[in-house]
Every structure is written in structure tokens, then in C-alpha cells.
């Protein structure tokens, strides 16, 4: 029986990350590059779309509260990840960082479990990229079919001259006395707008990773600009209207229904577990240690910088939406163009929508590239087949990799509901923190005298908050996206055992043997 159990040495790990060569990944990031990259990651679905809803559905104005948590909670997983990033500056994120520390069980599980945080992440950006663009276009009169712009089953009906979907106009529908059956209906059937998005980001990560970077970085100097601009219009015009502001603002944590995460502090914590979606991105800085230039140095400066400034946007972008706005008003794809059309500026929603097509662009982009970097480091293990880390002579990127990846993401995000990715994504990440920050923890202790350029304060504190805030989260998602994670992961185990320890390099090495 296979020592299951079986760490991967840490002198191995740093004499893979020190190849050269082209079948290694090229090192052509610095600092800015990686603060870029987590930006990237992190302002997109959360800010664009997910703000509105849980303010509605859960936390009213107190969902700054939410933001605030749910950055805490990062904060304590960013330090945990940004003392592995430095000390381990290799491809595999949290997969490597339990595979020096738990044992290949864990490590084959985590990897398993970022499938979940990059690949239905990139799946789940993509289909409200794809809403963004179709509604973009519609506004200035183009109209693509609408059974190509929804995922299979999804009811689409023509109110005022525009293609929307029925969930999400409903209200709309009722409050203005409109018989939904009176209307044009189209169901889905391929949501072909997500899919070319995905095919797209896939072919910029195939041809380079300092060409992707620089695509990136161009990306979130427009979206952050956009945002400050809302901010700036918002803040406007609350300084000007106080009394909107305060009416919008009143009462602030809105009084519990009597029922678990609807309003109340459980409101605030439901609300945290569902824009924890907000805040996925910065752990894929760390996909990219075998990509820095002095990831020693520049890994926690990207980790952390991103983090900080993406919570400060939100905190600001979530209570002057709020302010603006009724939150009973923001449960719609769009909150933010709402928010600022309420204002009065009306270019302003065209602004946003612009923005949100290109930060959600940029998120695809890095999620995507984590996932290729994961399943890079996998196959250099043995767990995956080899093809899985060919490393193109040219382009130095794991192409096949990127390739495989990008297809399925683009039929994931053309056939499955956003709702059903979203949650996947959330759990996914959070026992991704849960693991990292208890492998800080562990390496503490079994091996102190590492040399760490840095270090996580506070040790074992921080490690066990991160553990503690990530698992209530995780505790207030609902039964069936645990039951969905539990057959994931069983089918993860199927896989390993009928491949990846059979194929384990730790493993033959353990063993005296040698694998072709």
C-alpha cells in the first residue's frame, strides 16, 4: 500500500523551481506585474454583479460589513499564502504548499479541490461577461440570437426591444402589471458568448505569459479608473443629497426575517460567504512563483498589495451603492450601472458596462492561468499524464495544458447555470485557505529552521483565524453545494487512485524506483 501520507521533500521543490531552459516557464514578472495580475482576478464578478444581490438578498447597507469580513478572512489566508509563495516559488499554489506539508492525499485533493476555485471560477466570469457584452450590444441596437447567449433551458423573453432573461426581468415584469406569457420567449440552448470569451483568454495565455501580463495590466488600468470614476460620481452626488443617503442608509443592518442568513449579523455573515466570490483572484498570484523574476521578494508584495487595494475599492463601491440606491433595488445583473444611473449621469452606465466587459475579461484571464499552472505542477509530479506539463518551445507556457483547460472552461460556461458555478467556486476556495493556512502551521513546526524571506506574524494565531473565519463561511453555504463538493471530490479519489499513485513520482521515489 502507497504510503499515502508521503511528502514531497522541500529540496526537491526548490531545485524544480530553480530549472532553466525551454522546457521551463519563463520568468518574466516583477512586483507590478503580479499586483496587476491579483487586481485582475479580484475586481470583476464581485464588484460588477454580485454586490447588488447580496446587499438585497442578505445584508442590506451592512453588506460594507460583509466586504470587511470576507477581507478579513483573505487577509489572514493572503499572509498564510504569502509566506508559502516566498518560500516555496513554485508553479502549484496551494497544491504544492499541502504537498510539502500534509502528504500526497491532501495535495492530490487540494489540486482537485482548485479545479473548482480556477477552472468553474473562469466559467462562472465568463457567462456575466457574456451578459455584459449582449446587453452592451443591445443598447446600441444589435441583437444576436438569444438561444446563443444563454446556458441550455434558460427562458428569454423580448421586453422593450431587448432580449432578456426571465429570472432576472421578472420583477420588473410584475411591478409594471406585464403578463410574462404576453411576451416573445426563446429558450437557451449555447451560450456562444462565453464560450468565444474563453476561447480568446486562451489563446493569449498559449502565446506568452509577459504578453498575457501586459494584456492584464492593460485591462486593470481601465477597469480600476472605471471604478474610481463611480466613485467619484457617487460620492457626488450623496454629498450633494444626504437625505437619500441616509434614508438608503437606514436601518443599516435591516432586522433579521426570523430565518439564517436573511438580514441580521447571520445576514452580514451569509452575505461575506457570497461575495467571498468578490475576493477570489489573489491566491492565483501564487500559480505564478515560477513566473517572478525575485518571487522571494515580489510574491508577497503582489499577494498582499492586490488584496489591500481591491478591499479598500470595495468597501467604498458597496456603501455608496448602497447609499445611491434602496438595496430592496439591487438584486439585478447589473447594480453598479443601476447605482450610477441614478445619479443622473447617464454615460456613466455605459462607462460601467464597458468596465465590467473588460475587468471580467482580465479575470477570466487569470483564472485561467492558474489552473494551467496547477495542473503543470501535477503532471511534473506524475499525478497527471505528461502531457499535462509540456512546456511549449517556444512560447515557454504550458500550451497543451492551456489548451485542454480553455476547452472545457468554454463548455462549462456555454452549458451550466452561473448560479450552480458560483458556489462550487466559493467552497472550492475556501477549503483551499482552510488547507494552506493549517500547512503554514504545520511547517512551522516540523521544519522551524527554514530560511522564510517572509514570514506570517503572529504564528499560530493568524493560521488558525484564517482556518476558523474560512470555515464559518464555509458552514453558512447551503447543504446542496456541500453535497456537490463531496461528489467532486469523490470523483478526484476515483482519479487518483486508478492513475495518480500508481504514476507518483514522491511515490517511486520513496520506493527506490524509478518511473519512465
Same mark, same amino acid.
Not at 144 to 151: D, E, F, N, R
Not at 217 to 227: D, N, T
Not at 390 to 419: C, M
Given at each position: 500500500?502507497?504510503?499515502?501520507?508521503?511528502?514531497?521533500?522541500?529540496?526537491?521543490?526548490?531545485?524544480?523551481?530553480?530549472?532553466?531552459?525551454?522546457?521551463?516557464?519563463?520568468?518574466?514578472?516583477?512586483?507590478?506585474?503580479?499586483?496587476?495580475?491579483?487586481?485582475?482576478?479580484?475586481?470583476?464578478?464581485?464588484?460588477?454583479?454580485?454586490?447588488?444581490?447580496?446587499?438585497?438578498?442578505?445584508?442590506?447597507?451592512?453588506?460594507?460589513?460583509?466586504?470587511?469580513?470576507?477581507?478579513?478572512?483573505?487577509?489572514?489566508?493572503?499572509?498564510?499564502?504569502?509566506?508559502?509563495?516566498?518560500?516555496?516559488?513554485?508553479?502549484?499554489?496551494?497544491?504544492?504548499?499541502?504537498?510539502?506539508?500534509?502528504?500526497?492525499?491532501?495535495?492530490?485533493?487540494?489540486?482537485?479541490?482548485?479545479?473548482?476555485?480556477?477552472?468553474?471560477?473562469?466559467?462562472?466570469?465568463?457567462?456575466?461577461?457574456?451578459?455584459?457584452?449582449?446587453?452592451?450590444?443591445?443598447?446600441?441596437?444589435?441583437?444576436?440570437?438569444?438561444?446563443?447567449?444563454?446556458?441550455?433551458?434558460?427562458?428569454?423573453?423580448?421586453?422593450?426591444?431587448?432580449?432578456?432573461?426571465?429570472?432576472?426581468?421578472?420583477?420588473?415584469?410584475?411591478?409594471?402589471?406585464?403578463?410574462?406569457?404576453?411576451?416573445?420567449?426563446?429558450?437557451?440552448?449555447?451560450?456562444?458568448?462565453?464560450?468565444?470569451?474563453?476561447?480568446?483568454?486562451?489563446?493569449?495565455?498559449?502565446?506568452?505569459?509577459?504578453?498575457?501580463?501586459?494584456?492584464?495590466?492593460?485591462?486593470?488600468?481601465?477597469?480600476?479608473?472605471?471604478?474610481?470614476?463611480?466613485?467619484?460620481?457617487?460620492?457626488?452626488?450623496?454629498?450633494?443629497?444626504?437625505?437619500?443617503?441616509?434614508?438608503?442608509?437606514?436601518?443599516?443592518?435591516?432586522?433579521?426575517?426570523?430565518?439564517?442568513?436573511?438580514?441580521?449579523?447571520?445576514?452580514?455573515?451569509?452575505?461575506?460567504?457570497?461575495?467571498?466570490?468578490?475576493?477570489?483572484?489573489?491566491?492565483?498570484?501564487?500559480?505564478?512563483?515560477?513566473?517572478?523574476?525575485?518571487?522571494?521578494?515580489?510574491?508577497?508584495?503582489? +499577494?498582499?498589495? *492586490? @488584496?489591500?487595494?481591491?478591499? #479598500? $475599492?470595495?468597501? /467604498? !463601491? &458597496?456603501?455608496?451603492?448602497?447609499?445611491?440606491?434602496?438595496?430592496?433595488?439591487?438584486?439585478?445583473?447589473?447594480?453598479?450601472?443601476?447605482?450610477?444611473?441614478?445619479?443622473?449621469?447617464?454615460?456613466?452606465?455605459?462607462?460601467?458596462?464597458?468596465?465590467?466587459?473588460?475587468?471580467?475579461?482580465?479575470?477570466?484571464?487569470?483564472?485561467?492561468?492558474?489552473?494551467?499552472?496547477?495542473?503543470?505542477?501535477?503532471?511534473?509530479?506524475?499525478?497527471?499524464?505528461?502531457?499535462?506539463?509540456?512546456?511549449?518551445?517556444?512560447?515557454?507556457?504550458?500550451?497543451?495544458?492551456?489548451?485542454?483547460?480553455?476547452?472545457?472552461?468554454? +463548455?462549462?460556461? *456555454? @452549458?451550466?447555470?452561473?448560479? #450552480? $458555478?458560483?458556489? /462550487? !467556486? &466559493?467552497?472550492?476556495?475556501?477549503?483551499?485557505?482552510?488547507?494552506?493556512?493549517?500547512?503554514?502551521?504545520?511547517?512551522?513546526?516540523?521544519?522551524?529552521?527554514?530560511?522564510?524571506?517572509?514570514?506570517?506574524?503572529?504564528?499560530?494565531?493568524?493560521?488558525?483565524?484564517?482556518?476558523?473565519?474560512?470555515?464559518?463561511?464555509?458552514?453558512?453555504?447551503?447543504?446542496?453545494?456541500?453535497?456537490?463538493?463531496?461528489?467532486?471530490?469523490?470523483?478526484?479519489?476515483?482519479?487518483?487512485?486508478?492513475?495518480?499513485?500508481?504514476?507518483?513520482?514522491?511515490?517511486?521515489?520513496?520506493?527506490?524506483?524509478?518511473?519512465?
Amino acid at each position: 500500500m502507497s504510503n499515502l501520507l508521503a511528502t514531497k521533500p522541500l529540496e526537491m521543490i526548490m531545485a524544480e523551481s530553480s530549472e532553466g531552459g525551454e522546457h521551463s516557464l519563463k520568468r518574466a514578472l516583477g512586483a507590478t506585474n503580479l499586483i496587476t495580475l491579483g487586481i485582475g482576478a479580484i475586481i470583476g464578478a464581485g464588484i460588477f454583479v454580485l454586490t447588488g444581490a447580496a446587499a438585497a438578498q442578505y445584508a442590506g447597507p451592512a453588506i460594507v460589513l460583509s466586504f470587511i469580513l470576507a477581507g478579513i478572512a483573505c487577509a489572514f489566508a493572503g499572509l498564510c499564502y504569502s509566506e508559502f509563495a516566498a518560500l516555496i516559488p513554485i508553479a502549484g499554489s496551494a497544491y504544492t504548499y499541502g504537498y510539502a506539508t500534509l502528504g500526497e492525499i491532501f495535495a492530490w485533493i487540494i489540486g482537485w479541490d482548485l479545479i473548482l476555485e480556477y477552472a468553474f471560477g473562469a466559467a462562472t466570469v465568463a457567462s456575466g461577461w457574456s451578459g455584459y457584452v449582449n446587453s452592451f450590444l443591445q443598447d446600441y441596437g444589435i441583437h444576436l440570437p438569444p438561444s446563443l447567449t444563454a446556458t441550455p433551458g434558460t427562458d428569454m423573453v423580448m421586453y422593450n426591444n431587448r432580449w432578456e432573461r426571465l429570472a432576472t426581468i421578472l420583477p420588473t415584469l410584475q411591478a409594471h402589471g406585464v403578463d410574462p406569457a404576453s411576451l416573445t420567449h426563446v429558450q437557451g440552448s449555447f451560450n456562444l458568448v462565453a464560450f468565444i470569451g474563453i476561447v480568446l483568454v486562451t489563446v493569449i495565455l498559449v502565446i506568452g505569459i509577459q504578453e498575457s501580463a501586459n494584456f492584464n495590466s492593460a485591462i486593470v488600468i481601465i477597469k480600476v479608473a472605471i471604478v474610481l470614476t463611480f466613485i467619484a460620481i457617487a460620492g457626488g452626488f450623496i454629498l450633494k443629497n444626504p437625505e437619500i443617503a441616509a434614508r438608503n442608509w437606514h436601518p443599516f443592518i435591516p432586522p433579521n426575517t426570523g430565518e439564517f442568513g436573511h438580514y441580521g449579523w447571520s445576514g452580514i455573515v451569509r452575505g461575506a460567504a457570497v461575495i467571498f466570490f468578490a475576493y477570489i483572484g489573489f491566491d492565483a498570484v501564487s500559480t505564478a512563483a515560477q513566473e517572478a523574476k525575485k518571487p522571494q521578494r515580489d510574491m508577497p508584495i503582489g +499577494i498582499l498589495g *492586490s @488584496l489591500v487595494i481591491c478591499t #479598500i $475599492l470595495y468597501i /467604498l !463601491v &458597496s456603501g455608496l451603492l448602497t447609499g445611491v440606491v434602496s438595496y430592496t433595488t439591487l438584486n439585478v445583473p447589473d447594480p453598479v450601472a443601476v447605482g450610477i444611473d441614478h445619479t443622473g449621469v447617464r454615460w456613466g452606465s455605459v462607462l460601467v458596462k464597458l468596465g465590467a466587459i473588460a475587468g471580467l475579461g482580465s479575470v477570466m484571464l487569470v483564472m485561467l492561468l492558474g489552473q494551467s499552472r496547477v495542473f503543470f505542477s501535477m503532471s511534473r509530479d506524475g499525478l497527471l499524464p505528461e502531457w499535462a506539463g509540456a512546456v511549449h518551445a517556444r512560447f515557454r507556457t504550458p500550451w497543451i495544458s492551456s489548451i485542454t483547460v480553455g476547452i472545457f472552461v468554454a +463548455i462549462f460556461a *456555454s @452549458l451550466i447555470p452561473i448560479g #450552480i $458555478l458560483g458556489e /462550487l !467556486v &466559493s467552497i472550492g476556495t475556501l477549503l483551499a485557505f482552510v488547507i494552506v493556512c493549517a500547512g503554514v502551521w504545520i511547517l512551522r513546526v516540523r521544519r522551524p529552521d527554514l530560511p522564510r524571506p517572509f514570514k506570517t506574524p503572529m504564528v499560530p494565531f493568524v493560521p488558525i483565524m484564517g482556518i476558523l473565519v474560512a470555515g464559518l463561511m464555509m458552514v453558512s453555504l447551503p447543504l446542496s453545494t456541500w453535497l456537490r463538493l463531496i461528489v467532486w471530490l469523490a470523483i478526484g479519489m476515483v482519479i487518483y487512485f486508478g492513475y495518480g499513485r500508481h504514476h507518483s513520482r514522491v511515490q517511486a521515489a520513496a520506493a527506490g524506483r524509478q518511473l519512465k
